[in-house]
């Protein structure tokens, strides 16, 4: 039988939880609780649309211009968000990870960067899912393989569902975001402008929970209100179902997008991305939370989605 588009389909199940991962960039294709679905999925032979699920390292969100300078090198990565003109994402999205564990709650894989243009580091990472009564946990590390330090950032994708998938289903859902500090883009490329009090956007503001509407948001934010630690984004539908995702300090930053996508109408707001990041946008630029592996060093961390 033909390995599909998306690659070996490696299935976790316990505690009313069913997930699919994909093993091209060890991506979260699929997840349910008791038959409901969590996040927007797609099919196992199509060509993962829109990042959904997938694991964005050595770092998450944009590079702007794809270029930045690091340890007095300058750096230039492949354009890989062409209409903006960013390098966008990360490395691994289509990378084949190769199976290190496989058991029927948990799964480890893991795959290597290699250096390349843009990126001279050989960084492996490794991407363990785990089940458990609290959900489904993603646990990425990143370890330097190579001889000298090398930048990383790391985070998921997942598109969050409160009830029902469906085009513009996000404006019915109502939306918790504990986060009382924005980072301004530029509207035509989404480069970042400036880190600014949500009090100054009430647009943006959901630290109060409230309908999400026709609000677009595709913003990185911080200033996270934490309970132990633990930052929590909860997407609800009208009667209270939904999906929440949770964190710990490892990530200081969550990009939120409510999936516009105007040239995927049928996909336009389906679901709402939330991308807890150990870094904000363009970190290999401003450095804000941007991590430096020295040569044999790792570094982990993790994220929780559960049903509500």
Known sequence: MATPVSGRQLTLTGHGYEAVIASVGATLRSLTHDGRDLIVAFAADEVRPDYRGATLAPWPN???????????????????????????HGLVGWLEFA????????IVLVAVVQPQAG?????????EYRLGADGLTQV??????????????TGPHPYLVADAVGPEAVDAWRLALPASEVLTVTEDRLSPIALEPVDAHPQWDFRTPRLIGETFID??????????????????????TGTAIAWGEGC?????????????????????AVEPMSCAPDAFNSGAGLIVLAPGEAHETSWTIRAV
């Open 119 to 127: 990126y001279p580091f050989r960084v492996e990472v490794e991407v």
């Open 219 to 240: 913003h990185a934010f911080t200033a996270l209100e934490r309970t132990d630690g633990v930052a929590e984004v909860l997407v609800t539908a009208a009667d209270g």
């Open 99 to 106: 199976d290190r564990a496989v058991e029927s709650d948990r």
């Open 62 to 88: 944009r590079v702007v211009d794809g270029r930045y300078a690091f340890a007095g090198a300058e750096h230039r990565l492949p354009l890989t968000e062409p209409a903006r003109g960013h390098a966008l």
């Open 140 to 153: 990425v590390t990143g370890r330097n393989l190579g001889a000298d330090a090398a930048p990383w950032g």
């Open 252 to 272: 200081p930053w969550v990009q939120v997008h409510t999936a516009d996508l105007p040239a995927s109408p049928a996909s336009t707001r389906q679901g709402l």
